[in-house]
């Protein structure tokens, strides 16, 4: 492989991770109107969960327990779907802001957990020599066999996902979305359908947290901070919130904002100003977030105006 | 339109990176990464490293560069975000072709790269700032195969001067009271091993948590280990609490202190009648000429002290990756590693920070002739785990004033680390 196609790989691996996570977080916002501000805290927990049951023992405490990949990953989904169920009991009677701050609160929790529960998480130090899959590859085999891997689950969970939104179950939680009271009026369970957006979403960013894990094979409370849930949410405002296809093109456009910024600012700055970059990087990527935005004001790819399949957004004249 | 508009922005995106492989192919000048987060939390304290880092290549460029070449920094920055210092990292070696990286402060970032960049790419990191003692186990266990080095030293430096402080007063079986963290917990396990291998035991440890209003338990506890003295690894105000209660339930006055503890405000809390016996331990203020060397470089470059974290360090991290791409016998990975550590002789010639002192290491290395470089942290030298071990000081109380009682400078250091295993 050339150095170029090595990177791509690379690119398109870490951002198919982002693009399952947004494809999450567009369940619970783009189609359920729930705002998840704590995303990077399931991630946390999908990421924790597959590391402490891969990695060997380290720090005395942690690890050991060298379960198989496969199941580690099985298990750092349910794990992640169990949290959120949990949560989204507790939290099932807040909407918009007040969801928003208490979601918030408790992905800063999951951080402090992370920081201080140091038989389970290796504290500050982090948990290293998780398994990674491929090993037997090679560097470039495992680059290319774990880049399939992440585009083989995006497309499985853009797959699941989609066939759930156009099932009538999808149309309902639209139709909370948009109107809870005429929804309930209709006969239908609010909370019940909820819920199960809540944890349906949280599920592949508890596989996201796992992917990142594995493909790293190092995890610490630094890679869970609130900046990740500022880019996921970025990701799927900009892609488009509501439709599944703007969710993962967003994951890939926001993400090479990040990264391709960065080089930008390295070949067109002189070195002498290259300790501004930094600077420089910054005010690009909040310029290009804000032009996208003005000028495609419902994401890249907007939601469908339909929901039926058979009629196109171009035939409802004038509204995009 | 939406489509054309889309095709155009994902087109776009590689071209970018194929610019950098057009450039990368060039003869001159070589490239060498940095990775060094400019924005975010740790941007305060990123920025005048990167400046240090960028001066240390000024030097080196006006030295007259490297097997004919000016070096260019490529300085990314990773925004305090692990998943970014990643991505950075992997764009200079992939796409810039990089043969080593330098730079990297989080020890969260430094990790994440080691563990999933250079490593694998057979790159050499040498990192000026992440202090994490895990780095030390994962080159133990084998996981960096030789890949990693640091300019900063470790916390072992700290638990050798216990070690030394305590078996030279005799004590065979000290108790000790340490602060429950990563740090305190790594300093205790190094502190088991080193005071075995110089003929004492310690007679039990016992954890106590950060701003407590008493430590009555923690301090029964470690009276019941019946110890001949007590090892106190405590912050200033917890050991000054920690310290009075000792002495007040009946402790030994054998005590040996932690740098921490260095100071005459805990001289006053404690009582200094009680102290006369105590010790403690401390970093040996570096000195000497290429220290001076590289603070006056830095200020007549900067206008100000070098003063602040990492900016010492960056500058040998530089010079010393610098030093060794001459030294390698070709601009790969592998052999950098391995000339890391030629370029680090003891019996060669000395080379000293500053653009001066570099041109005569570099001119020599060109010559063939063996160089040690001596940096703006003072001599130092990478361990088998690529760590670096500096000076320590052993210091005491006369009088209820603190006095230096013995320094274990850098050689008796790196045969005392030998002694240990380490």
């Not at chain 1, 499985?156 to 639209?174: D, N, T």
């Not at chain 1, 990264?259 to 420089?280: F, K, Y």
């Not at chain 2, 016998?329 to 002192?357: C, F, K």
């Amino acid at each position: 492989m050339t150095g170029i196609a090595s990177y791509l790989v690379f690119f398109v691996t870490l951002a198919s991770i982002f693009a399952v996570v947004t494809l999450g977080l567009n369940l619970q916002w783009g189609f359920s109107g729930q705002f998840n501000a704590g995303v990077v805290g399931f991630m946390a927990v999908g990421a924790y969960v597959y590391a402490f049951l891969t990695a060997p023992l380290q720090h005395g405490q942690v690890g050991g327990l060298h379960w198989p990949i496969a199941p580690a990953m099985i298990a750092s989904v349910l794990a992640t779907a169990l949290v959120a169920l949990v949560i989204g009991r507790l939290t099932i009677r807040l909407r918009t802001d007040y969801l928003a701050l208490a979601t918030f609160g408790i992905a800063a929790a999951i951080h402090q957990l992370a920081l201080n529960l140091e038989d389970i998480t290796g504290g500050g130090r982090g948990i290293t020599s998780i398994a990674k899959p491929f090993q037997g590859l090679g560097p470039e085999g495992f680059a290319l066999a774990f880049g399939a891997l992440a585009l083989g689950l995006l497309a499985a969970c853009h797959l699941l996902l989609q066939r759930l939104v156009r099932s009538p179950w999808g149309r309902s939680l639209r139709a909370i979305r948009e109107d809870e009271i005429a929804a309930a009026a209709l006969g239908k369970d609010v909370d019940r359908l909820r819920l199960t957006a809540f944890v349906l979403g949280a599920a592949p960013m508890g596989l996201a947290g796992a992917l990142y894990a594995a493909f790293i094979g190092y995890v610490s409370p630094y890679d869970f901070t609130a900046i990740v849930t500022f880019q996921i949410w970025a990701m799927l405002i900009v892609g488009g919130s509501g439709n599944n296809r703007g969710a993962v093109l967003g994951a890939f456009v926001v993400w090479a904002l990040w990264s391709m910024s960065g080089i930008a600012v390295v070949h067109l700055l002189p070195t002498r100003l290259q300790v501004q970059g930094g600077a420089v990087q910054a005010i690009l990527i909040g310029a290009l977030l804000i032009i996208m935005l003005v000028f495609r004001s419902r994401g890249m790819i907007g939601e469908s105006l339909h929901s039926s399949p058979v009629l196109q957004d171009e035939t409802a004249a004038g509204r995009s | 339109m939406t489509k054309r508009l889309l095709i155009a922005l994902v087109g776009a995106l590689p071209l970018l990176a194929f610019g950098g492989e057009a450039r990368a192919q060039a003869a001159c000048p070589h490239k060498l990464g940095a990775v060094i987060p400019l924005t975010g939390p740790q941007g305060p304290i990123g920025k005048p490293i990167a400046d240090t880092a960028q001066l240390a290549i000024e030097h080196v460029n006006a030295a007259g560069g490297v097997k004919g070449c000016p070096i260019e920094l490529v300085l990314r920055d990773d925004t305090g975000q692990p998943t970014l210092g990643v991505d950075a990292a992997r764009y200079l070696v992939d796409v810039q072709k990089t043969p080593a990286i330098v730079g990297v402060v989080g020890s969260g970032i430094a990790l994440a790269i080691v563990s999933s960049v250079t490593t694998a790419a057979k790159v050499p990191m040498v990192s000026c700032c992440a202090v994490t003692p895990t780095l030390t186990k994962m080159a133990e266990d084998g996981k960096t195969e030789g890949y990693f080095f640091r300019t900063i030293p470790t916390s072992r430096v700290f638990a050798v001067a216990h070690a030394v402080a305590t078996t030279d007063r005799g004590y065979k079986n000290p108790a000790v009271i340490y602060v429950n963290n990563d740090f305190g917990s790594t300093l205790l396990r190094d502190l088991e091993k080193a005071i075995a291998a110089l003929g004492g035991k310690i007679a039990g440890a016992v954890p106590y948590n950060e701003n407590q209003p008493s430590y009555r338990t923690e301090v029964n506890q470690a009276l019941a280990l019946k110890g001949d003295a007590l090892i106190l690894i405590a912050f200033s105000q917890d050991g000054a609490t920690i310290g009075r209660e000792w002495i007040s339930l009946g402790g030994t006055q054998n005590l040996v202190l932690h740098n921490t503890l260095r100071s005459q405000d805990f001289i006053n809390a404690v009582g200094a009648r009680f102290l006369g016996k105590a010790a403690g331990i401390d970093n040996a203020q570096v000195a000497g000429p290429s220290v001076d060397a590289f603070n006056a470089a830095f200020k007549a470059k900067f206008n100000r002290d070098p003063v602040g974290p990492g900016l010492h360090t960056v500058y040998d991290s530089a010079a010393v990756t610098a030093l060794a791409m001459q030294q390698a016998r070709a601009l790969d990975g592998t052999a950098i590693r391995d000339a890391l550590r030629l370029v680090q002789d003891a019996a060669g010639e000395v080379v000293m920070p500053g653009a001066e002192g570099l041109k005569k290491g570099l001119d020599a290395i060109k010559a063939g002739r063996k160089v040690r470089y001596v940096g703006a942290t003072g001599p130092f030298g990478f361990d088998k785990n690529g760590d670096v071990s500096g000076p320590a000081l052993v210091w005491k109380i006369d009088d209820g004033k603190l006095a230096t009682d013995k320094v274990i400078d850098l050689e008796q250091m790196a045969a005392l680390f030998r002694r240990i295993g380490y």
